[in-house]
């Protein structure tokens, strides 16, 4: 039985959500403990928020496709 749209849309945006913190953790701390990047720490923020959409559309796309081959069999 195939998920519908409602449920790919909500894992998208929980997976997507859930990376792009962890992008944020990780991205901060790597730029607040190594000062010789030479990048604030503030930056981590257009990391996370960059990577949102990003993911948003790559599991979207990846769930559909899965979708779409779980119907065609």
Do not use: D
């Not at 990780?26 to 923020?45: F, K, N, Q, R």
Request: hydrophobic share 50%; charged share 10%.
């Amino acid at each position: 039985m195939e998920p519908p749209l409602k449920q790919n849309l909500l894992r998208s945006f929980l997976l997507s959500l859930a990376i792009s913190l962890a992008a944020y953790a990780l991205t901060w701390g790597l730029y607040a403990t190594h000062g010789e990047l030479g990048l604030s720490s503030h930056a981590a923020l257009s990391v996370g928020i960059w990577t949102f959409p990003i993911v948003f559309v790559c599991s979207l796309l990846f769930y559909g496709v899965k979708s779409a081959a779980a119907r065609r069999q």
